[in-house]
């Protein structure tokens, strides 16, 4: 078989594979940093299983923090 015949796979930025990754465990989410704005702090966080990441916000400090972006990355 050539390189003509095969098929290259990508690992991050597709819509399918992100909701794969997403879908195969409850994400344990750690804060990698958080910088305040003037809507409340934003998040970089991660999840400690499988590495995928995520940007949070969190409004005010009583509130627990909601998703503003999809996940990206991790394993396939």
């Given at each position: ?15 399918e594979?992100q ?38 916000l ?18 396939p």
């Amino acid at each position: 078989m050539t390189a003509i015949h095969t098929h290259t796979t990508p690992r991050t930025g597709a819509p399918e594979s992100q909701h794969v990754a997403a879908v195969r465990h409850e994400h344990s989410w750690a804060t990698e940093s958080r910088h305040p704005t003037s809507a409340g702090h934003v998040l970089y966080v991660r999840c400690t299983a499988c590495g995928i990441h995520r940007v949070d916000l969190q409004g005010h400090h009583d509130v627990p923090p909601a998703p503003l972006s999809r996940v990206v990355g991790g394993e396939p």
